[in-house]
C-alpha cells in the first residue's frame, strides 16, 4: 500500500514558478513509476509528466514541455514537479500518482495509487 501526499499549491501570477511535492509512505517507493496528472473544472483528469523508477526516463505532455520538470527523491520518498513560466491555462487540480507498471504511463488508469490533490490556480 502506497499513500500520497501532495503539497506546494498555490494562486500565482502568470509567468511565476511553483514547485510541488508529492511524499510518498511505503519501504517500495524507489520501484513505482510516478506521474503528476491534473484536472480543472469540467475536464477530464490530464496527464501531466512521469518518471520511471530508475530516472532514466522522464515523460511529458507537450503543453508543459520546456516549462515543467519532473524529478524524485527515493531516499526521501518523494516526487516533485517543478512548474516554471505558468499560464492561467495551467489552472487545476494536481495529483500525483504511483503506478506498479513500468514505461511511460500516459493513462490514469493504469495507475494504482493517488494523492488528494493540490489546487494551483494562475492569474492573468
Known amino acids: 500500500q502506497v499513500q500520497l501526499v501532495e503539497s506546494g499549491g498555490g494562486l500565482v501570477q502568470a509567468g511565476d514558478s511553483l514547485r510541488l511535492s508529492c511524499a510518498a509512505s511505503g519501504r517500495t517507493f524507489s520501484t513505482y513509476t510516478m506521474g503528476w496528472f491534473r484536472q480543472a473544472p469540467g475536464k477530464e483528469r490530464q496527464f501531466v509528466a512521469s518518471?520511471?523508477?530508475?530516472?532514466?526516463?522522464?515523460s511529458y505532455t507537450d503543453s508543459v514541455k520546456g516549462r515543467f520538470t519532473i524529478s524524485r527523491d527515493n531516499a526521501k520518498n518523494t516526487v516533485y514537479l517543478q512548474m516554471n513560466s505558468l499560464k492561467p491555462e495551467d489552472t487545476a487540480v494536481y495529483y500525483c500518482?504511483?503506478?506498479?507498471?513500468?514505461?511511460?504511463?500516459?493513462?490514469?488508469?493504469?495507475?494504482?495509487?493517488w494523492g488528494q490533490g493540490t489546487q494551483v490556480t494562475v492569474s492573468s
Open positions: 518518471i520511471n523508477w530508475g530516472i532514466a526516463y522522464t
Open positions: 500518482a504511483a503506478a506498479v507498471a513500468v514505461g511511460v504511463l500516459r493513462d490514469y488508469n493504469t495507475y494504482d495509487y
